[in-house]
């Protein structure tokens, strides 16, 4: 349910990965693989730490170790030791630095986006749906002027503390159940199936933490108290056994939401898992993997091993979080509904307004929202998103000059 943060439960079932490359490196093979923390809710944390191990593709599954390339000839056995420690070291260094920069901007730098967007969402009062980048800018300017720099970053906390209820929920279940946490390379329907049976039983689990998570992210930080960081997995339990939260008649009960949330959070995971591998074979077939001849070639190829990765998971999800973006809204309706929650007003930045709805239910969300506000009440705070990914292919640009002009100093 991410972004991002928050994407939302946005930001989550992206179990992700990619096949092993083998980088050739001053008659050397380096195998790479890119940083990934799954978010089970946002797209907002896919990569995965460099190593030498096989990682798993976009699905989970295992690839068969890559062999490693020996050129022919006595010019690689010549090479001196400790240019290939050298080598190995700074490539070691290259993926971590790539793998850090993308989970800052998905978990830091975005989160304002994530909250903006979030109150966007379930503010049915909304004139404004915030659908382009340039007013979500003006208006976020005025909350940080009202509000202080912290406005934008609030509830970054509870969103970790719900990324690690579900990795270690999924940790357990596949430990004590037949449920694959990875799906082999050789899969199978079968396989597949329990593998989402597996992330939705997670979504299940996390639900109440997630919608604590959520009232932290949109409440307006004109009137609440500074929250404790286990305020999310206090109130997540208050909500789970229905006592000391001091909500509304109208507040939904966790068995309604069970269903529109694992649909949410299986449907991102599914789409963005086939999108990135679509687009690393995409990627993949455009560039086949050559031997370096020199110094310049060698500094491409540490490159092209990292960042396919990056590229495919980025596309994969702005085509998850664009697609399902809908349901997210009707989403986060539900979750804050009875919660008494109190939000920015996002049409000018400088009132605040309750959150009174009586939906019954997903489809009677789904109704209200298009009948009142219009197919475009579905994709209010939008701007949000694009803001969010432009940042996003910023930093991953800028990042891979940086580590392009390393390398080649190195060399």
Request: hydrophobic residues 40%.
């Amino acid at each position: 349910m991410y972004s991002r943060r928050p994407q939302s439960f946005n930001e989550g079932l992206n179990a992700r990965g990619c096949e092993d490359v083998t980088a050739a490196t001053g008659g050397y093979a380096i195998q790479a693989r890119s940083w990934e923390c799954t978010d089970p809710w946002m797209a907002e944390s896919r990569y995965r730490a460099p190593a030498l191990a096989p990682a798993p593709g976009p699905w989970g599954e295992r690839p068969a170790p890559a062999a490693a390339t020996t050129p022919a000839g006595s010019a690689g056995a010549a090479a001196p030791e400790s240019a290939a420690g050298s080598t190995d070291q700074l490539n070691r260094f290259a993926g971590f630095g790539v793998g850090l920069a993308s989970l800052f901007t998905e978990n830091v730098l975005a989160h304002p986006c994530i909250v903006f967007r979030r109150q966007c969402q379930v503010n049915y009062h909304a004139k404004n749906y915030h659908l382009t980048p340039f007013t979500v800018v003006n208006i976020m300017y005025r909350f940080s002027k009202t509000q202080g720099l912290k406005g934008l970053w609030k509830g970054m906390g509870s969103t970790f503390i719900v990324q690690g209820i579900a990795l270690g929920t999924e940790g357990i279940i596949s430990e004590f159940t037949p449920l694959p946490r990875e799906v082999s390379h050789k899969w199978s329907p079968k396989q597949i199936a329990g593998h989402l049976v597996l992330k939705g039983l997670t979504c299940a689990v996390a639900l109440p933490f997630y919608s604590a998570s959520l009232i932290e992210t949109v409440q307006s930080e004109i009137i609440r108290d500074n929250p404790g960081i286990l305020d999310c997995v206090k109130e997540g339990i208050c909500r789970l056994v229905g006592m000391g939260v001091p909500h509304s008649k109208r507040l939904l009960p966790l068995g309604v939401l069970v269903f529109p949330t694992v649909l949410h959070g299986v449907l991102h995971y599914i789409i963005s898992a086939i999108i990135q591998k679509f687009i690393l074979f995409l990627l993949r077939k455009k560039t086949p993997h050559q031997l370096p001849a020199d110094a310049s070639n060698s500094v491409q190829t540490v490159l092209d091993a990292y960042f396919p990765e990056l590229i495919a998971s980025f596309v994969a999800n702005l085509c998850a979080d664009v697609l399902v973006y809908p349901l997210e809204t009707v989403l986060h309706r539900l979750h804050i509904q009875g919660t008494r929650t109190i939000i920015d007003n996002t049409d000018h930045g400088f009132e605040v307004l309750p959150i009174n709805t009586q939906y019954e239910g997903m489809r009677d969300c789904i109704n209200v929202i298009k009948k009142e506000e219009g197919i475009f009440g579905f994709y209010k705070g939008f701007g949000a998103v694009l803001v969010q990914y432009t940042l996003h292919a910023a930093v991953l640009q800028i990042t891979r000059i940086i580590y392009s002009t390393l390398l080649q100093n190195a060399t």
